[in-house]
């Protein structure tokens, strides 16, 4: 910290703070006398302790002792460090950066930065990098003792040769399918690449990956039933993207739904949508499975979330795809909807500005 020779301080800087100069700055700032008690608090700081505050002792507001240190030493004239001070605003804890410098009298001057955003953004890298490691991680060991076995035990059994190349294929189609989930997600995620907006009739779109996942169906016996596209639904997109919305939501209603059950995806088209303030086409995919429980739905959309991370696993999900489906959706200006019961099924909607 800069700190003026004295005699310049008492010279040519005024006594204190005048309440304009605090009131202009847009972070919370507390003004503390000789004694401890509270001159001024501004306007951000008034909305974050409440302005009755104004002649208290400033530990009426501030008691960690870390940050107690802290404006202890800056009243004394000494240096002081940042130091971290954590509040709950409007039900979600927030993190302030505190720093205490010296008033030119007596008392100290405290500042708070929220950096709450920046906390959370560390802790969403950090988690992202877990989640990574581990889903790599996962098929990696399955491949290395798969080569261990065949290298040893098996190499002469043609029959777990066979087999055990099947499960490498496995594991290896799930790597890559998680590497370019992610750089997909990384090309959405990046504001400079620009959607391509075409003509296109999403009926053809849908019709696709209804036609791509049909196997998929068949395998656990559940069919695709398609509403809604006997005259086409005109929008401007990206064909690429949106299938993989439409791919997404209905694999994920095939491995989620009942077996031998039915998934309907259902088009229909509104004249003005009120969410949209204009037309718009609305498809819904609905399947009879085990839905999911209310307290999930707001977080589903999140990169790696899974219900239940087992189960998932085990169909091969690894939690992408709704965040794909977010993004692709997002960057046609729509909305996405999620609606479920739990033991009846759900039904994921779509709303897209219609041409
Ligand atoms: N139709 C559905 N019915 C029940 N649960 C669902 C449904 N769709 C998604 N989920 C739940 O939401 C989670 C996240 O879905 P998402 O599509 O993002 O990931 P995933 O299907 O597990 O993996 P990925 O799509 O990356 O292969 C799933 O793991 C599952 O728990
Ligand atoms: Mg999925």
């Not at 690429?240 to 039915?262: C, H, M, P, S």
């Amino acid at each position: 910290m800069f700190i003026l020779p004295l005699r310049y301080k008492t010279r040519i800087v005024p006594h204190f703070m005048p309440t304009d100069v605090i009131e202009a700055v847009p972070i919370p700032l507390i003004v503390v006398d000789g004694d401890r008690h509270i001159l001024e608090l501004n306007g951000p700081a008034q909305s974050l302790f409440g302005a009755a505050m104004v002649g208290r002792h400033y530990m009426t507001v501030i008691r960690e002792p870390f940050c107690v240190q802290q404006v202890e030493a800056a009243i004394n004239g000494r240096p002081s460090q940042a130091a971290e001070l954590r509040r709950p605003i409007d039900e979600k804890e927030r993190i302030f950066s505190l720093t205490a410098s010296p008033r030119n009298e007596a008392g100290a001057v405290i500042a708070l930065i929220d950096q709450t955003e920046a906390h959370d953004a560390e802790r969403m890298r950090s988690d992202f990098v877990a989640n990574v490691s581990h889903e790599l991680k996962t098929p990696l060991t399955a491949l290395s003792g798969l080569i261990e076995t065949l290298s040893g035990a098996a190499q002469n059994d043609a029959e777990a040769r066979g087999r055990f190349l099947g499960m490498m294929a496995e594991e290896t189609s799930r790597m890559s399918r998680l590497v370019s989930d992610l750089l997909s997600l990384n090309r959405l995620e990046d504001a400079d690449v620009i959607t391509r907006r075409e003509r296109l009739n999403l009926c053809d779109v849908i019709e696709a990956a209804r036609r791509s996942l049909s196997d998929h169906a068949g395998a656990r016996g559940i069919s695709l039933v398609l509403q809604g596209c006997d005259a086409p639904a005109f929008l401007l997109g990206d064909a690429d993207q949106l299938r993989q919305v439409f791919n997404n939501l209905i694999e994920n209603a095939i491995k989620y739904g009942d077996e031998n059950g039915t998934v309907t995806i259902n088009v229909t088209r509104e004249d003005h949508a009120a969410l949209l303030r204009g037309p718009a086409i609305r498809v819904a995919v609905t399947d009879t499975g085990r839905g999911i429980g209310q307290e999930h739905i707001a977080r589903l959309t999140e990169r790696f979330y899974r219900v239940d991370r087992h189960r998932s696993r085990q169909v091969g999900g690894t939690g992408l795809g709704l965040a794909i489906v977010k993004h692709i959706i997002r960057r046609h200006r729509g909305w996405l909807r999620i609606a479920s019961k739990v033991g009846k099924g759900s039904t994921f909607t779509v709303l897209l500005p219609a041409e």
